[in-house]
């Protein structure tokens, strides 16, 4: 081996988190099926899937609170968990936690709640160092303050502050935002996110929200079923989807059958491309309502001769389109188009429909 090689060994970066073929069962149940899955130093990545994927349970055989049944947990390159050989307590492994329950201790005031993990710094620098993560997190005002007195976002925020304090190696954060309102949870996720980036800590974040996951995320990891389906950035996992359960997951969605020919798939909405699916072969397309562009015909309403609105919904900052959809074939379906602002044509109006194909995905029946 050359000593190029070895020195481009030694300079290789080194995952905060590394999960290698991680299996658990519950009562014989496996709910964790051989996942992989790597966290770089100060990346957010985002385990996002379904209640009772698993998700929880593997944030929480990365904290340690969960022994590791099957696989191996690594923390910035050293083993810390593997069965039979090596389970390192949660408190020795240099993590944050964060939950939905923010937890705090009744009879602290906000700041002594921060600071309470903060027994390996001097005492004159603890205080500090909990004010500045309040005020980062927009806590300021409230050091004092008891817990009682705080609202449930607020007091998230000093969670979170809590779980920061200690300048952790790896953040673990479990729907941290899902008991808030829609409103102060835009907040609370925006903070965060700038605090995370600000102080380079590597976070896995559990969420269901998958709106959430592309807003914090700088990866993301779908699962279903105990497995990552799919692991990439939001643009690829929205743009270039795996799986029909990846275009589902991230929206309403179109969905239309067809038989591939010459390539094609042909559709009440026009022709497009089978990509990998076999000649002859059924399949799924799978078209996103925003990929749906309409324009609006002067022609008489007749219904059944040429594609139609049937139903005009203004939802805000979007409108939602029920369509009658025709090719000159005779096929025939009933999608839904979602429009940027106010669009609200008549019922029986007559449009032309386009596609954005780059929002239709084709998979095998």
Known sequence: MTATVKAAEIAAPTNALALHDVRHSFDGNQVVKGVELEVEPGEVVCLLGPSGCGKTTLLRIAAGLEALQEGSVELNGQVIARPGMRHLPPEKRSVGLAFQDSALFPHLSVVENVTFGLKQLPAAKRRPRAIELLEQLGMAD???????????????????????????????????????????????????????????????????????????????????????????????????????????????????????????????????????????????????????????????????????????????????????AHNNIGDEAHLHARVSGLFLPGEGQPVDIHLDLSQVFVFPQ
């Open 142 to 324: 409230y050091i004092d303050t008891y817990p009682h007195m705080l609202s449930g976002g607020q007091q998230q925020r000093v969670a979170l502050a809590r779980a920061m304090a200690p300048g952790p190696q790896l953040m673990l954060l479990d729907e941290p935002f899902s008991s808030l309102d829609a409103r102060l949870r835009d907040q609370i996720r925006d903070d965060t996110l700038h605090v995370l980036k600000k102080v380079g800590a590597a976070t896995l974040l559990v969420t269901h929200d998958p709106e959430e996951a592309m807003f914090m995320a700088d990866r993301i990891a779908l699962m279903r079923d105990g497995q990552i389906i799919q692991t990439g950035t939001p643009r690829e996992l929205y743009c270039s989807p795996n799986d029909p359960f990846v275009v589902t997951f991230f929206g309403e969605v179109n969905e239309l059958d067809g038989v591939v020919k010459d390539g094609k798939v042909q559709t009440p909405v026009g022709e497009v491309e089978a990509g990998g699916v076999p000649e002859g072969s059924p399949a799924k397309v799978m078209i996103r309502p925003e990929a749906l562009r309409i324009v609006e015909r002067d022609l008489p309403a007749e219904p059944h001769d040429h594609s139609h609105v049937i139903m005009a919904k203004l939802l805000g900052r979007t409108s939602l389109i029920h369509l009658c």
